[in-house]
Structure formats: C-alpha cells, structure tokens
C-alpha cells in the first residue's frame, strides 16, 4: 500500500514541478518538496518494512521497522507543515512565532504523540482545503479535500492502533483511499481541455 | 466632538505578475477567435497602449502570437501559443485544487 501512495505522491510532486516550470509561482514548488518529502518518507517506511517481513521478523532486522517509520514521521511532519505556512501566507497570518513554536515538535521521538502532530496539521490542512472548496465549488478541489480528511483519518486510526491493533488495517486503507483521491484530482486535471 | 469616523481606504491594488499579463493577453486572443485587434487585446487585458505594444513584441519573439494584417494589425496565437495556454489552464486547475491562486 506505501509503495501505491508513494508512486502517487510522486506524480502529484511532479505536476507541480511542472506547474513551477511554466508559472514559476513558487507555492507549486513548495508543493512539489512537500509532496517530494511524503513519498520518500513512504517509501523508505515501506522498504523498511518489506525487509522486516522478508526477514520473517528476524531481530537483526526489528529496528529497521522503527527506523523506517521515524524517517517517515519526519518527512511528513516536514511535508506538511511546509503546507501549512503556504496556506498560512495565503491567508496572511504567517509570522516567525510559527516556525519557532514548530521547532521543538521536531525534535520528538515517535510516540502517540507524533500521530497528534501529524493529526493537527492534517486538520488545519483539511480546514484550508475545505474552504477552498466552499469558496471554489470545483470537484477537484473537493478531491483534495477529501484526500487530506482521509489522510488525517488515517493518523487517527494510527493513533487509535497504539491501544488498539484492530485499526492498524484501516489506517493503511484510509492512507491508501487519501492519495487515490489525489490520483483522481491529477486525472481530471490533465483530462480537463 | 471630533469626527472619528475612519477614512475610506483606497482598495489595494492587485499586482500582475509579466507572467499574468501574458496569459492575459493570449487569452484575449483566443476568445476573439484567434483574430484580435490590439484595442480588443487592450481593453481585454487591461492595458495601457505603451504596454501592449511592448508586450505584445516579447510574445511574438517567444513565438507564442504572430500578427499579420496590413492596414490594421491582427494578432493570433501560434500552435506553441495554443499548448501554452492549455498547458496552463491544467496548471491553473491544479493549483485551484489545492486553493492556490497563479
């Protein structure tokens, strides 16, 4: 599933590469490193864990798992905080008060904790994305609306699965249905004459 | 008593990027039918004659309008202005998606 969402994030990093290449706008290449950021972290979370299980859980490989999900978090917490304060400065509320209250949420270990911090980003992502589409009414927008509340959905659940193993599938398939949303976006924008 | 009503403030004006002139003028263009006169392309776009005139001779060195025409000019977008404008429009969408205005 890491590699499908990878592969797709991938190919929304490079329509905004593309979109940079002709507009030079630069909220599409803070895009495009955001969307760079996700897919790494996925797939080095998802080869990560591939070795894990071709291993057969072998304990020689166990701390690839946590390492793999410690890149991940990082990537994301990055990725999506670079989402953040492009929608901050759309809106103009940006100061440098943000990025110094960020900076200690950096430096957590993997815990609860981080799925909070991932959940509270996604939330103001989803929020943003919201009112785009109220403002916008387009289906495109409304895909990536979804995308982001299925992404934050997905945290939850990862969340949830700290306490409880049973979410641990539906996080993945929450994760998963978030970036095929994306993928439908990209369809329908390059579909679009 | 002293009259503490606030001065109505003049709406801020929007910056163009060269970029948007640009694609302003091509779209002008192309909802003329490929077949504009410059006073349609200026007040379409929204310009002065000075900077028509200056933009309109950076597209034709990009290659992306041609003029023809003897007595009176007449500008159309070339085949390369045409995939500009489409590859944009698809750009344009996508940021849009995202709320991102270009």
Not at chain 1, 66 to 88: E, K, N, P, S
Not at chain 1, 140 to 162: K, Q
């Amino acid at each position: 599933m890491e590699f499908i969402a990878f592969a797709i994030a991938m190919a929304v990093a490079f329509q905004a590469m593309k979109g940079y290449t002709l507009a030079r706008e630069r909220t599409l290449l803070y895009l495009n490193i955001s969307f760079l950021l996700l897919g790494a972290g996925l797939l080095v979370d998802g080869l990560a864990n591939l070795v894990v299980l071709l291993s057969k859980f072998h304990r020689n490989f166990i701390y690839l798992s946590r390492v793999g999900y410690t890149i991940d978090f990082l990537a994301q917490l990055v990725a999506y905080l670079i989402l953040v304060v492009v929608y901050l400065q759309q809106t103009r509320a940006w100061s440098g008060q943000f990025a110094v209250a960020a900076l200690p949420i950096v430096l957590l270990e993997s815990n609860p904790f981080t799925e909070l911090v991932l959940i509270f980003l996604l939330v103001y992502i989803s929020a943003q994305t919201a009112i785009n589409y109220n403002v916008s009414k387009t289906r495109n927008s409304l895909l990536v609306f979804g995308a982001f509340t299925s992404l934050a959905l997905a945290h939850v659940f990862f969340l949830l699965f700290t306490v409880m193993p049973i979410f641990f599938p539906f996080a993945h398939i929450s994760q998963l249905f978030g970036f095929l949303l994306l993928l439908g976006m990209l369809f329908r924008v390059n579909q679009a004459q | 008593m002293p009259n503490e009503q606030a001065p109505a403030s003049k709406p801020a004006a929007k910056y163009r990027s060269q970029f948007r002139i640009f694609v302003d003028i091509m779209r002008v263009i192309q909802r003329e039918g490929n077949e504009a006169k410059p006073t349609r392309i200026l007040y379409g776009a929204n310009l002065s004659h000075d900077r028509l005139v200056k933009y309109l001779e950076e597209l034709k060195v990009l290659g992306v309008i041609q003029e023809s025409g003897s007595d009176e000019k007449i500008y159309g977008l070339t085949q390369k202005g045409v995939e500009f404008l489409n590859n944009f429009r698809k750009v344009e969408a996508f940021a849009g998606a995202f709320g991102f205005k270009i």
